[in-house]
């Protein structure tokens, strides 16, 4: 069984929100809104490449949902493989799913049914639900025809990677929500020289706010490489 839920404020963390959304494509945001907040939306299927924000958006349905009202869980499917029956069967009580992960049960046939058994209980409680994958329906793995079907008909959403002003508007932005003074150069030095997925850097700014706090210095070049190095 999964684990009970936990308080709003415990499992949807700040950051993962809409307007935190860097870059979406056009209308996805509204598509997301739609279905955290009405009984009547289009199920949604996300896909991209790791890092293109698919939890983020997932968090931010579950997160929009409960504060209309709605009844929302948010299901990294990666830790439930194996065992997805059980933790699908405790879903029927929720308005809006996310479904957060296709791929890491794509291929397990008890899974893929326990899914399919799930999808068709959902659609006729009229639940929400928002499915992610890194891969569309027809190129997973997937070995029930029926399943990938059904997952074929949901509206589809792809994600793309950030450019490098991308990044750096999410590192702006982080940055202000938590009040920090960073350098425009630092900003450059860590685009130049660190992993540049999104759930790094933002980790690194995390970081950065910590030690910036402690030592009571701005957020600097020789600052920012100092800790990288540390880091090790």
Request: glycine letters at 4%; proline letters at 5%.
């Amino acid at each position: 069984m999964i684990a009970p839920q936990l308080p709003l404020a415990l499992r949807y963390t700040p950051d993962q929100r809409f307007d935190r959304f860097i870059a979406a494509p056009e209308g996805a945001l509204e598509q997301l809104r739609l279905l955290s907040a009405s009984l009547q939306a289009d199920w949604l299927y996300l896909t991209g490449l790791p890092g293109t924000g698919k939890t983020h958006l997932c968090i931010s349905v579950c997160a929009a949902a409960e504060q209309a009202g709605m009844r929302a869980l948010y299901v990294p499917l990666a830790t439930a493989r194996g065992r997805v029956r059980d933790a699908l069967d405790a879903l029927e009580r929720h308005d809006v799913v996310a479904l957060d992960g296709l791929d890491a049960i794509a291929g397990d046939a008890d899974d893929e049914l326990a899914l399919f058994d799930f999808h068709n209980r959902a659609r006729a409680a009229s639940q929400n639900v928002v499915y992610t994958a890194n891969l569309a329906p027809d190129a997973l793995p997937i070995t029930l025809p029926d399943l990938r079907s059904r997952l074929s008909q949901c509206t589809r959403i792809t994600l793309h990677s950030l450019d490098d002003e991308g990044r750096r508007s999410l590192l702006r932005d982080r940055a202000q929500r938590r009040g920090l003074i960073v350098e425009e150069a630092a900003f450059d030095w860590m685009l130049t020289h660190c992993e540049r997925d999104p759930a790094t850097l933002t980790a690194l700014l995390d970081r950065l706010d910590r030690e910036s706090l402690a030592a009571q210095r701005r957020i600097t070049v020789p600052f920012v490489r100092r800790i990288v190095e540390a880091a090790g």
